[in-house]
């Protein structure tokens, strides 16, 4: 008995001793050492961690920001065009329609030449806090295999496009039915590389804004305070219409200004919706948001409307429509439903004395209140996000060590940042023009309507 017990406590002791011995068998021989249980997990993990961090394409996502660009595209032709053709008068009609398709045209060309490139590549040194580079001029690079994030970049790319195209067009309304064709193609090719291009790089194309922390989801900043200001500059600098104050200057058909306000309703779930890049929760989110401060805005607008004139009009709500557009886009990402309605109901009562109070006190001739909606309705979405982003008003959060105030002090310079830019270089571009081409068709075109003496066509026969 005593020999057996013996006998297997030497096995156990060569049973432990055994693996030792054999790795210090192979240590500093060259021969491959003898796998261990616990070490050949983890280096079996390494290449297929390689794998996860290269981006895969994500055919759900990419589906649906196809579907998000054409809805932006729907937003300018023919949304932008019916919304603005309805309010000018009837001899005017056609002009617009022409001015908003022609500037979706050319900016879609320079896009693809050199703007998407200087926009959202890295710029060469400090530069880049302002603007990127040519890397990808004429669209150098990109291939369908290309992409950005988990979707092609061409997709991305026309996606951005959209939002360039759409701003410019939103300036036309500011000096409608008094500027000459040759005029505005300028103006917009060149406003287009010195001021939509620099604040999309600043804000979304790793610029100076987007360091500093400023939020703007799908273009407060970018595009309508852009948009907003460079149209305020415009009606100033090309001074009122004929008659504007003496002679009626009613919208000759509000219901297509109804049709375009429902299309830009409709194809905002893109321009807003499709800046998440991705279909998932956040989207979800920002279709909720966008809804929810859209309606709020047109019941805010309204009331005040009727309160203050007796009567709610349909110019009024459609109006209302788009200051809650404008004033969520910033937003739309970074708030709950309650705050998205706040905002939307903010932004009804806000533009409506912009457009009203504000432009009669300062006695500028906005022809369209791009600066009264979009403007003041862009600074007040993009200043309200710093607030309604707090958890405890429901919204996603502040990053880390960030307060509200900080926050807000983060909007303000970006707002700041866009008037001072996008003011300074417009009125520029604009004294350039005139200084060249002359900005204004003379009186008697104007008085005869711009469709005939720009393009002579008519909206109406």
């Known amino acids: 008995m005593k020999r057996l017990i013996a006998l297997f406590a030497l096995c ?46 994500d055919s759900g996502s990419t589906a649906w920001m196809i579907t998000a660009t054409v809805l932006v595209i729907m937003m300018t032709i023919p949304g932008l065009a019916l919304f603005y053709g309805g309010l000018v008068r009837a001899k005017n009609a056609l002009s617009i329609l022409m001015q908003v398709f022609i500037t979706f045209s050319l900016v879609s060309v320079l896009w693809a030449l050199f703007a998407y490139s200087l926009a959202f590549t890295q710029g060469a040194g400090v530069l880049n806090k302002v603007i990127g580079g040519f890397s990808k001029a004429f669209m150098t690079g990109i291939s369908p295999e290309t992409l950005s994030g988990v979707i092609p970049e061409y997709v991305f790319a026309t996606f951005q496009m959209t939002f360039a195209a759409i701003t410019p067009a939103l300036i036309v309304g500011a000096f409608a039915e008094r500027i000459k ?7 917009m090719g060149l406003w287009l590389f010195f001021c939509y291009v620099p604040i999309a790089h600043m804000v979304w194309g790793g610029g100076w804004l987007a360091d500093l922390g400023a939020k703007d989801f799908a273009g407060g900043t970018v595009v309508h305070v852009n948009a907003g200001v460079a149209g305020l500059v415009g009606a100033l600098v090309l001074g009122k219409r004929v008659g504007y104050g003496r002679e009626p200057m009613p919208p000759h058909n509000l219901g297509l200004t109804m049709v375009g306000a429902s299309l830009l309703w409709v194809g905002w779930f893109g321009f807003n919706v499709g800046s998440e890049l991705a279909a998932d929760g956040i989207a979800g989110m920002v279709l909720a ?9 047109v019941l805010g607008w309204m009331f005040v409307e009727w309160m203050s004139k007796g009567k709610p009009s349909m110019l009024g709500a459609a109006s209302g429509a788009i200051a809650g557009l404008v004033a969520i886009t910033p937003a739309c990402g970074f708030v709950g439903p309650m705050g998205a309605l706040v905002i939307g109901a903010l932004a009804g009562i806000i533009c409506y004395w912009a457009v009203t109070s504000l432009k009669h006190a300062l006695g500028y001739d906005d022809s369209l209140d791009v600066f009264g909606v979009h403007g003041v309705g862009g600074m007040l979405g993009a200043v309200l996000t710093g607030v309604f982003m707090s958890t405890g008003l429901g919204g996603v959060g502040y990053a880390e060590g960030v307060t509200m105030g900080g926050q807000v002090l983060k909007q303000v310079i970006a707002i700041l940042t866009t008037i001072v830019w996008t003011g300074v270089l417009s009125f520029v571009l604009y004294k350039v023009i005139d200084a060249t081409l002359g900005l204004r068709v003379t009186e008697e075109e104007e008085r005869e309507g711009l469709d005939v003496t720009s393009h002579g066509e008519k909206a109406y026969n």
Not at 181 to 187: E, N
Not at 291 to 297: I, N, S
Request: aromatic share 6%; net charge negative; proline share 11%.
């Open 12 to 57: 156990a002791c060569l049973g432990v001793a055994a693996p030792s011995l054999a790795q210090q068998s192979t240590e500093g021989s060259g021969a491959p050492a003898i796998a261990q249980p616990e070490t050949a997990p983890a280096a079996a993990p390494a290449p297929a961690a390689a794998e996860e961090k290269k981006p895969t394409l």
């Open 181 to 187: 064709f040759s005029a505005v193609l300028w103006f």
């Open 289 to 297: 948001n966008t809804q929810f401060a859209t309606a709020a805005a």
